[in-house]
């Protein structure tokens, strides 16, 4: 391999860090970078048919559940000329724009606006997985790791589970985040480490693209990881004040500039996040919450057997930690192989940090299972975040590059130091051995106390609140085969370096049969995730159900329940939905539903059980029931209307309207006190509505015979951010809309704005003088100007700088080698 930096005599001197590279070094960096696009072509299929097809599986995505559905409406909206903050058709209506996951300010999001649907989310997961390769390849090369090297941390991370796993399951967001990662490390390391100032803008940027892209929980993580390295860093080499005022500088500005550069998308969903679900969770119920998608420990034999626990295909995962794509830690036997030199680097200054940042993940990745847990969530940012076990992401990313370490330092040992080199390989190839043979040995009895020690602890988890899932049949002989291919994979890599230390020291051409071999090894565990797909447009609703939901009259929403991964398709049907899937629900929606099935009004997610009153159904103004034909209605107070193909539809008798009037309001603070009113038998809604708040003054002074008002209303015009109401009364009366509450909706009459109380708990309402009202209804984010606002003075203030403060001359003074 070529060596890094500090060779001995004969070999390629590592340039100085003022030095450009030469131009042939760079054609060849940019020819690596071009295969590993190729290689990522070769793990995805075809994107598009006569009707296009999507990457993932149907029958676990979350692009089957989630995504391209939102992207739909994304689509729909820019093309019908309007900007997409708000949703009225899963839910009751739910914010939009403010949902980070729907990464309305990630630049990328933007190619779905101008290619088809299914082409662009394929070019989005292709170049992002590129992306990922290519700048852990770059990051490699800024350490000075030589090109193999260098191809074994891209491809061991950007084709790891923790990545492709993600494409099974249809997580855009999560590799729109993590696909940066290695982006802001070397920004980070070029600013702090080799002393380069202006990369610290680059830092910026990358953590505000890392922010908007939709999972902002990796940015945080693996900034926690990052600033550890750099302390780590400061501790071992650089003992000096002038690192350190260096480390604060890049780190300070970093955070501000690019937490400024990302408010527009950050403010609006901290209000978001304020006013949802997840922020009237108990502390007891949120630690609770925080600890879910904890790494179990014995899930770190899934670097050897990624599949011990079941692959998810076609194995159902049968692990702790409820699914695969969260609990699997897999870089390839060789990459594995190669981490075990890397201590012998003697870039021990970055080696080090390196492994200690990679335990500490590790260690936080366990969530849960390790006895700091409960101080860890009470800490300021700690809390906010549930699925620690994404910690093994940041581990992958870590473990990846000391793999590149690892195979320069294996190739420096078998010029320099061959028999140490040999006794290391011989040491390693035994120890390897007999731990991989003694699992091969295992019985089917020892294989099923293992399996009864796992029930065991899944039992004494969740004993009351989850199916404790059961071993699917073929489990042991999938262990077996699991276990072959690692031992198989092992020895190939063993035999290769072999050859390397003994009879051909230096050649060229052995290191890249190390990188052939990590990419078969990764393409035979990854292909079969990445090379599922499905029809797209098998997410909507059925023509023939569509249809008759959209030209029965009125304006009504639906309640359309046919299986657990079908819940958001009335969102690219443009039909509205009282039920669905978001991951921040506004919490008025979720305590009046829970409240009234007598479950904690604090319950996060909302569950829609069999025991929905009616008030309900009335109240979010639901006139029919859609489900499978075989399902079973659990509500008899809907009738039969009807079977449309594999579906049957009910119908509703009496839901309230979109927009109605109501002659009297009670006026509480207590929230408990107007959920038992609302939920207590007998209420009328169209009688008396339950205002929060004290009474308008011209509602104290009113007499007693002027609140009976009656009158007429109706929806005039409607669209999803946007609602004119037409409404006649003869005496003051309030409007109620059958829409969520929520901060950000205005009302507008001819006589200027009017105030929006909340109604009956989650729901819209302005009062009502006497007389002709024409009321628009209009959403735009609160906090999105002054997002806005910061984002392109933060723009004008780095540009400013760059350009008066930009680099002169060679880097600074006083760092230490890298």
Request: glycine share 8%; aromatic share 14%; with cysteine.
């Amino acid at each position: 391999m070529e060596p890094p930096a500090a060779s001995p005599p004969g070999n390629r001197p590592a340039p100085p860090p003022s030095a450009a590279p030469p131009a042939s070094g760079v054609r060849q960096d940019l020819l690596l970078i071009l295969l590993l696009g190729l290689l990522t072509l070769a793990f995805l299929p075809s994107p598009a048919t006569e009707q296009g097809f999507l990457l993932g599986s149907d029958k676990v995505s979350d692009t089957r559940a989630q995504f391209f559905a939102f992207r739909q409406f994304f689509l729909q909206e820019i093309q019908a000329g309007r900007l997409p903050t708000w949703n009225p058709f899963l839910l009751s209506g739910q914010p939009y724009l403010a949902n980070i996951q729907n990464a309305l300010f990630y630049p990328l999001t933007w190619l779905l606006a101008v290619l088809p649907l299914w082409v662009g989310l394929f070019l989005l997961t292709f170049l992002q997985i590129w992306w990922t390769g290519a700048g852990m390849f770059v990051l490699a090369r800024v350490m000075d790791l030589s090109r193999p090297a260098a191809t074994i941390a891209a491809t061991s991370f950007m084709f790891s589970s923790v990545v492709i796993l993600r494409v099974l399951t249809g997580h855009q967001s999560d590799i729109q985040t993590l696909c940066w990662m290695p982006v802001l490390f070397v920004c980070l390391y070029r600013s702090v480490i080799q002393g380069r100032p202006a990369f610290v803008f680059g830092a910026a940027l990358t953590f505000a693209l890392m922010a908007v892209a939709g999972h902002p929980q990796h940015l945080f993580f693996f900034c926690v990881g990052g600033l550890f390295f750099l302390l780590c860093r400061f501790l071992v080499v650089d003992r000096n004040r002038v690192f350190l005022a260096r480390l604060g500088k890049a780190v300070g500005l970093t955070v501000v500039l690019g937490t400024c550069l990302a408010a527009p998308q950050l403010l609006t969903t901290m209000e978001l996040a304020a006013c949802s679900s997840r922020a009237a969770v108990s502390v007891a119920d949120q630690n609770a919450f925080n600890g879910t998608f904890s790494f179990p420990p014995e899930n770190l034999s899934t670097l050897v057997v990624p599949g011990l626990f079941g692959d998810g295909v076609p194995l159902p995962y049968w692990g702790r930690g409820y699914y695969l794509w969260e609990m699997c830690l897999y870089l390839g036997i060789p990459a594995l192989v190669l981490l075990v030199f890397a201590p012998c680097s003697p870039n021990r200054g970055v080696v080090f940090p390196l492994f200690m940042t990679a335990f500490l993940c590790l260690l936080l990745a366990l969530g849960k299972y390790q006895p700091f847990f409960p101080h860890l969530v009470s800490l300021p940012l700690f809390k906010m975040f549930r699925g620690y076990s994404k910690f093994i992401t940041e581990a992958a990313f870590l473990f990846a590059l000391l793999a590149g370490f690892g195979a320069d330092a294996f190739a420096r040992l078998a010029m320099t130091v061959r028999r140490r080199a040999a006794a290391g390989l011989l040491l390693l190839l035994l120890t390897g051995s007999v731990v991989l043979l003694s699992l091969q040995a295992w019985t089917p009895s020892e294989w099923s106390a293992f399996r009864h020690t796992l029930e065991t602890r899944w039992e004494q988890e969740f004993a009351e609140n989850f199916r404790i899932p059961g071993v699917p049949e073929g489990s042991f002989q999938a262990f077996q085969a699991g276990i072959r291919r690692s031992f198989l994979l092992f020895l190939l890599t063993c035999a290769i370096l072999a050859f390397q230390t003994w009879r051909a020291p230096g050649h060229p051409v052995l290191p890249w049969l190390l990188v052939g071999a990590l990419v078969t090894d990764l393409f035979l565990f990854g292909s079969r995730y990445t090379g599922l797909s499905f029809p797209a447009d098998r997410i909507a609703v059925p023509p023939e159900v569509g249809k008759a939901l959209t030209t029965w009259p009125g304006r009504h929403r639906t309640f359309y329940l046919p299986n657990e991964h079908d819940t958001n398709d009335t969102l690219p049907s443009r039909i509205e939905g009282f039920s669905g899937y978001d991951t921040m629900i506004v919490r008025w929606f979720s305590e009046l539903v829970s409240a009234s099935q007598e479950m904690p009004k604090s319950r996060n997610p909302v569950t829609f059980s069999a025991s929905l009153p009616p008030i309900i159904f009335r109240l979010f103004n639901v006139k029919h029931l859609v489900g499978s034909r075989n399902f079973a209605n659990p509500y008899p107070f809907f009738t039969p209307v009807g079977t449309f193909g594999d579906f049957s539809a009910w119908e509703f008798p009496n839901p309230l309207p979109r927009a109605y009037l109501v002659p009297r309001a009670v006026f509480l603070h207590d929230e408990d006190e107007g959920l038992a009113r609302l939920l207590a038998p007998g209420f009328d809604p169209t009688a008396e509505v339950v205002i929060y708040g004290d009474p308008p003054p011209v509602m104290a002074s009113a007499s007693p015979s002027l609140k009976a008002g009656t009158g007429t209303c109706e929806l005039v015009e409607w669209s999803p951010s946007r609602l004119v109401v037409s409404a006649r009364t003869e005496g003051p009366a309030w409007l109620v809309l059958s829409e969520i509450f929520y901060p950000g909706w205005r009302a507008f009459s001819g006589d200027g704005e009017r105030k929006i109380w909340r109604a009956n708990h989650a729901f819209r309402a302005v009062f009502l003088e006497p007389g002709d009202h024409r009321v628009e209804f209009t959403f735009f984010p609160t906090h999105l100007a002054t997002g806005i606002g910061i984002s392109c003075a933060t723009i004008l203030f780095m540009a400013g700088w760059w350009f008066w403060r930009r680099p002169q001359g060679p880097p600074e003074t006083g760092n230490a080698t890298a």
